[in-house]
């Protein structure tokens, strides 16, 4: 679905305008007291098609305008928090777009908090589209926020492992987890992420702030994943000024001012009192390759940074490394005299100045949320061969100082979005022909093109080679492989867009991955649905899409080299479909053993499990939980009087009943034979007995309704039993026990009994 709706010029510009851009306040509650200790201000653009904050930083970021759009964004925020008296004690939430980090303008916001009657306390989110596409700007970001005294934030931690792999670089006052973490089933993503988040928390102090809370489930959940903070439609939804009727504190956050790291080089990052070594370049290629496998290991949570002095020392051997490091951990940078900005398709790079001491030094920094370790090293300037070159070096698994040179590196990596792509020494040196010169694509000419071409031709892949500056980038050379892939002859596909050969059932997440990376410049691989030959047979095809680019820089064409892999995907698509009717199967047999199927309600394994939990709940919280037996009186004499069938007929009914009695988030569970039990979370410990006995009664009264059963009007009541966490019992089965013995009692007291009408 498009982002950007039907809009006008106009409706940018009144966008952009003066008022244009107001701000909704969100709570930002703290889950043990339930006081308000913040709110996040969200942008909202004028009433019409950009007034979604989606819709409208689209329309900007598509019209160049979005530094512009994100000013007024933050200058709205502060003014309304200013004006909604959003003030000390609060704290005010301010997002900035990843693109403009370096260059946001803090002066305006700074004039509006000094005129602010009380002290505006900020504290600035940065998303993690950020991270990856612009660390050296997020970095300085960091720096001059904390300078001001404002705290930092970083939101959605948990949707993408790269937040994970930088927050020990970042080290947020606020880690704001992403909704799905509250919302969705655990699992072992959800386990990673909280290690990492708590183990940050732990060494740093850092608060930790779940989003998505919309009900007891999810509060429950966030506090069990270690939050403190809250956010979410249970506690309040966006509104103009501060959320009625909920009492206000203060958020402690302690921020630190980071050190200016900008020019040190990571070499220069080692404490005096690290002792040094020496050692030939033989011994630190081996203990770099140690480090570049313990990050493999350590996989998408994982940063890794180094340097390599010249462009010369990053080999075919290193090359295929970083290949693999790019493919395994979550960010890769390389460093060095002459290394183009990209090294390598999603390797990132600098431009390095010509007296940065970096290019003096070998360096690999590995760093993790639970690893860190550095190869520092100075080349001492010996000649000679070069592994017998000697460098000065200490490795360290000092985690302040690892964190110190991975800044040092990151703040000179060159922003994604501006990035150049020139062509990396690895690639092929195809040759570009002219626009409309040779027919097929290549030159014959030297005896080196026409080997080429030869080549190509002979491979059994498919080949295909696309012009990137014609228009619609048609293709201009096929090999006799690629003919018989498509079912069509060269003629016929030569200069069309190869898009023709796409099915419309392919993925089309895949080809929107495909055309990111061709925005980019960037190689990649996918498998897509394709159609062969004039009957359109499918086919499944694994592309690999490598760019080229000319002496200049610019791209030129790009290869696509294709195989058919239908009878693997055809497998492995078996497989899947085998595998979701197992699980299908066994989801059967889980729900069948913790089901009752007479009345679909959960039995009493699957109510206990619940209790469990809310039980889990009340000790860590401030509410309670009491359980409820209900036992039907008269219930032996419809079955003796009416049949199985119209005793079944009756169950079912008093299930829906009491359902129908009980509140959404209440529990509800059939014990056996004639017996249901009730449990009430979230209640407050100080009216739980009473509130207890007045549903037990409420329920006791429904349930004595006559109703129908084998075509006859049935009477049975019910005796309800009530026990209460923690004075009848602390644990399940206790409460289940106390319950029992308080519904017999009830029962002595007042029995009911079944008159069937005749």
Same mark, same amino acid.
Request: hydrophobic share 45%; with cysteine.
């Given at each position: ?14 966008? &952009? ?7 909704? /306040? ?54 309304? @928090? ?23 303008? &803090? ?23 950020? &991270? ?162 313990? =990050? ?17 020392? /990053? ?59 550095? &190869? ?169 899409? @490598? ?45 069948? @053993? ?50 199985? =069938? ?29 017996? /249901? ?49 923690? @004075?009848?019992?602390?644990? /399940? ?26």
């Amino acid at each position: 679905m498009d982002l950007i709706p039907e809009h006008s010029d106009s409706d940018l510009a009144a966008a &952009l305008s003066d008022g244009g851009v107001r701000s909704v /306040f969100q709570p930002i509650v703290e889950l043990d007291t339930g006081r308000v200790v913040a709110y996040e201000a969200l942008a909202r653009g004028p009433q019409g098609p950009l007034e979604r904050p989606d819709r409208l930083f689209a329309a900007a970021r598509a019209a160049g305008r979005l530094a512009e759009l994100d000013e007024l964004c933050r200058a709205a925020a502060f003014r309304g @928090a200013v004006e909604q008296g959003l003030l000390a004690p609060l704290t005010v939430f301010v997002n900035v777009e990843p693109e403009v980090l370096d260059s946001a303008p &803090l002066d305006d916001l700074l004039a509006i908090a000094e005129r602010a009657p009380r002290d505006l306390r900020v504290v600035l989110e940065i998303t993690e589209r950020a &991270l990856a596409a612009r660390p050296a700007e997020l970095l300085r970001t960091v720096e001059r926020v904390r300078s001001l005294g404002w705290g930092v934030a970083v939101d959605d931690v948990g949707a993408d492992s790269m937040s994970l792999a930088f927050l020990p670089l970042l080290s947020p006052d606020v880690i704001k987890l992403d909704l799905r973490l509250v919302q969705d089933r655990p699992g072992p993503a959800v386990a990673e992420i909280m290690n990492a988040v708590n183990a940050h928390a732990e060494r740093t102090g850092a608060l930790v702030l779940a989003e998505g809370i919309e009900n007891e489930a999810h509060l429950a959940t966030a506090r069990a994943l270690g939050a403190t903070l809250g956010q979410g439609w249970m506690f309040g939804r966006p509104g103009p000024g501060a959320a009625p009727g909920l009492p206000t504190g203060e958020l402690a956050v302690a921020t630190v001012p980071n050190a200016a790291l900008v020019d040190i080089s990571p070499f220069g990052c080692l404490p005096a009192s690290v002792p040094l070594r020496r050692s030939v370049k033989s011994l630190l290629i081996e203990l770099s390759k140690q480090l570049e496998r313990e =990050a493999m290991r350590l996989g998408d949570t994982c940063v890794v940074a180094s340097t390599f002095q010249e462009a010369r020392h /990053f080999t075919p051997s290193t090359i295929q490394r970083y290949r693999d490091l790019v493919e395994r951990t979550g960010f890769v940078c390389a460093l060095g005299e002459d290394l183009p900005v990209e090294p390598l398709p999603g390797v990132r790079g600098a431009a390095l100045d010509p007296a940065d001491p970096v290019r003096g030094e070998w360096d690999v920094v590995v760093l993790s949320p639970h690893f860190s370790a550095a &190869l520092l090293a100075r080349d001492l300037g010996d000649d000679g061969p070069d592994l017998e070159r000697t460098f000065e070096y200490a490795l360290t698994y000092d985690r302040a100082t690892v964190t110190r040179a991975a800044h040092a590196l990151l703040t000179r990596v060159v922003p994604r979005s501006t990035a150049a792509l020139p062509a990396a020494p690895q690639r092929p040196a195809l040759p570009v022909p002219a626009p409309g010169v040779a027919p097929d694509g290549l030159r014959t000419g030297p005896d080196g093109d026409a080997l080429l071409r030869s080549a190509l031709s002979a491979t059994t892949s498919g080949v295909a080679i696309a012009d990137m500056r014609l228009p619609d980038q048609p293709l201009i050379y096929v090999n006799d492989a690629f003919e018989a892939l498509a079912g069509l002859s060269r003629e016929e596909v030569l200069g069309r867009n190869c898009r023709f050969l796409q099915s419309p059932d392919t993925d089309p997440a895949a080809v929107a991955r495909i055309r990111a990376a061709i925005d980019r410049g960037e190689e990649c691989r996918e498998t897509v649905l394709n159609l062969r030959g004039p009957d359109r047979e499918p086919w499944w095809n694994e592309i690999h899409l @490598a760019p080229v680019f000319d002496a200049d820089g610019v791209l030129a064409q790009y290869i696509g080299v294709q195989h058919d892999v239908t009878a693997r995907v055809t497998a492995e698509r078996a497989l899947l479909q085998e595998r979701d009717r197992n699980r299908a199967f066994l989801a059967r047999i889980e729900e069948l @053993a913790y089901t009752d199927p007479l009345t679909g309600l959960p039995n009493r394994r699957r109510l206990e499990e619940q209790v469990e939990a809310a039980l889990w709940t009340a000790r860590t919280g401030s509410d309670t939980v009491a359980l409820l037996f209900v036992d039907l009186n008269g219930f032996k004499a419809v079955n003796d009087d009416l049949g199985h =069938a119209a005793g079944d007929e009756v169950l079912q009914t008093v299930a829906r009943t009491l359902r129908g009695r009980l509140r959404r988030g209440d529990l509800l569970a059939r014990l056996g034979g004639d017996e /249901f039990l009730v449990a009430l979370p979230g209640l407050d410990p100080r009216e739980a007995a009473g509130e207890a006995r007045r549903v037990a009664d409420d329920l006791a009264a429904a349930v004595a309704v006559p109703t129908e059963a084998g075509g006859r009007e049935v009477r049975i009541g019910a005796s309800v039993g009530v026990a209460v966490y923690p @004075a009848d019992g602390e644990e /399940f089965d206790a409460l289940l026990h106390r319950a029992d013995m308080d519904m017999y009692a009830q029962k002595t007291a007042r029995r009911g009994r079944l008159v069937p009408q005749r």
